[in-house]
């Protein structure tokens, strides 16, 4: 296929790099680093082995890519105003679409593009970071769950599952949305958020301190609870699991703790937010999410 990664940072550079290496077509639309793409290829690292690959091109705007068979959007959520200028120039009449954002509220912002059973969730449980320029650096690959934008399993997620098993990513289709998103979100609210609300920590500093072990762990009933009130409950093995997979990391720094030192916009909206207004709506009182949106946006208005 040609495949298109809008926003070749840490996911986008992984999965390019592997798309690529499986014989597609993969073009990188990349605000900063698409000279260094071009001329270098991406460097991808993973427990000590380097590599270099090279991809289709690298560009600043869409319209140099052009229509593809499929496009990966991998731009923080943040920058989802923009969709209709990163997005719809790379879309044809049968193109579809796959975003690998954090949080809840992107299939919608898509959905203003194209019609919904050409648009896939993938759901990313992987140690990422991009470490410099066009340098991608994986401590744990992890693996990939995709699900419709809406109702059952469809041709469009099953076409992007066996991209990306022929890629050979750890990827599964799952029957509904929601429910990957709140099993996501049983890691993400907890970790990204106590990083910065913990003053710019690791995972392993969060898990070393009790109380802030103990928050992560009330946290994550929290989201739990959630779920279940939508009708997307998660069994306690998967809480426990959050905890062992994060022990392994060692000391990580979440996407959003990066952001955040690095004086970027941090997703709270589609983090924090838009699943505290979902778990509300449901009925369930969240009180240690709400506090901890409280602490980030005062952490981050402190940083102004």
């Not at 299939?107 to 050409?118: C, D, G, H, S, T």
């Not at 910065?196 to 989201?223: C, H, Q, S």
């Not at 778990?279 to 240690?288: H, K, L, N, T, Y």
Request: hydrophobic residues 50%; charged residues 20%.
């Amino acid at each position: 296929m040609k495949i298109a990664i809008v926003g070749t940072g840490a996911l986008g550079g992984w999965y390019a790099a592997l798309l690529a290496e499986a014989g597609h077509e993969v073009h990188c639309l990349a605000r900063s680093d698409f000279e260094l793409i071009r001329r270098n290829g991406l460097t991808i690292r993973n427990k000590g082995q380097e590599r270099v690959v090279r991809v289709a091109s690298a560009a600043p705007c869409a319209a140099e890519i052009g229509r593809c068979d499929l496009v990966v959007v991998t731009i923080k959520s943040t920058a989802n105003h923009a969709l209709a200028e990163l997005v719809a120039p790379l879309l044809g009449p049968a193109s579809l679409v796959l975003t690998l954002q954090n949080g809840m509220g992107n299939v919608e912002a898509l959905a203003r593009l194209l019609p919904a059973e050409r648009i896939v969730a993938g759901l990313c449980f992987v140690c990422i970071n991009r470490t410099a320029p066009a340098v991608i650096d994986t401590t744990m690959a992890g693996y990939v769950r995709m699900a419709a934008a809406a109702g059952p399993i469809n041709p469009a997620v099953t076409t992007c599952v066996a991209a990306f098993v022929g890629a050979r990513v750890d990827c599964q289709a799952e029957t509904s949305l929601e429910a990957v998103l709140w099993k996501k979100l049983c890691w993400n609210i907890p970790f990204n958020g106590l990083s910065i609300a913990g003053g710019g920590i690791t995972t392993d500093l969060i898990l070393a301190a009790p109380a802030l072990n103990e928050r992560a762990y009330l946290l994550m009933k929290e989201v739990q609870a959630a779920a279940l009130a939508r009708g997307h409950g998660f069994e306690d093995a998967h809480i426990k699991r959050q905890f062992v997979v994060t022990a392994g990391m060692g000391p990580y720094r979440p996407s959003s703790l990066i952001d955040f030192v690095e004086g970027r916009e941090v997703e709270v909206e589609g983090i924090w937010g838009e699943p505290l207004r979902r778990g509300i709506e449901a009925g369930v009182r969240m009180p240690e999410l709400v506090r901890l949106v409280a602490e980030i946006q005062a952490r981050i208005a402190a940083r102004k």
